[in-house]
């Protein structure tokens, strides 16, 4: 079941990027406190400048502002410059559609909420977490951390019985995932709906304001991205068939000599 959840999410993480980055598009800004319209200070923005012909995008972030044309602001599509805060190929749909962007991202949202549920049950009810994501008090010692992010940096991976297992480094992302970005996640994008508001205002004192949830939303967002991208790497360097098969099928290899 864990596996089934893990590729699930998978589907739902990906078209919530692509939407949500549709969904930016339509007010590429990002702000803090109650509400941010475009006379109030930013946090980030995207926007373009220069001529029609010549436009430039710039993202803005805080007192800094970067050349970002090509990317950010402004992008070629069929060819051609066009305005827009994120690219045509990062969005879902890829032409500017907030409507159909929304649908997305809220079906994909509330089932992505379902099969984490379904997962936390199953976790809990196997002992999942207990066995396999808590850490030992051993795991936790300063000394063992910085020994496991040594052997991270030079690429040295576990080997025999010890592959099969979760690291330290390990343990402790899963669940600063699990039980803090993620819920996060959830609780800003309720926090940005006026409806859920009205149901539970205490999510505004929470937050600061819808606008706060908004740029927590996309901060979240950008560093469970951050972890997928590191996720992947390591799946990568540290053997990529026996990794995706275990990931499929749960028969992880362990060769003969291989030793911890």
Known sequence: MTRVTHWINVLCLTVLLF???????????????????????????IDASGDGDHPRGVLHLG?????????LGVSRQDGEPVTRGFPSWITLPSGQDLATGRRWHFFFAWLFVANGLVYLGTALALGHF???????RSEVRPRHLWHEMLDHARLRFPKGEAARRYNALQKLTYLAV?????PTMLLTGLTMSPGFDAAAPFLLDLFGGRASARTLH???????????????????????INNM????????????????
């Open 130 to 136: 207990r066995r396999d994501l808590l850490p030992s």
């Open 178 to 182: 699990i039980v803090g970005l993620l």
């Open 63 to 71: 007192r800094r502002r970067m050349d970002t044309t090509g990317v």
């Open 19 to 45: 939407s949500g980055l549709q969904i930016l598009n339509a007010y590429p800004s990002l702000h803090w406190g109650q509400i941010g319209a475009d006379a109030d200070p930013y946090v980030a923005r």
């Open 218 to 240: 996309f901060a979240t967002a950008s560093l469970l991205v951050l972890f997928v991208i590191v996720h992947v790497l390591m799946v990568v360097l540290s053997g990529p």
């Open 245 to 260: 098969r275990s990931m499929i099928t749960g028969r992880y290899v362990i060769k003969l000599g291989d030793t911890e």
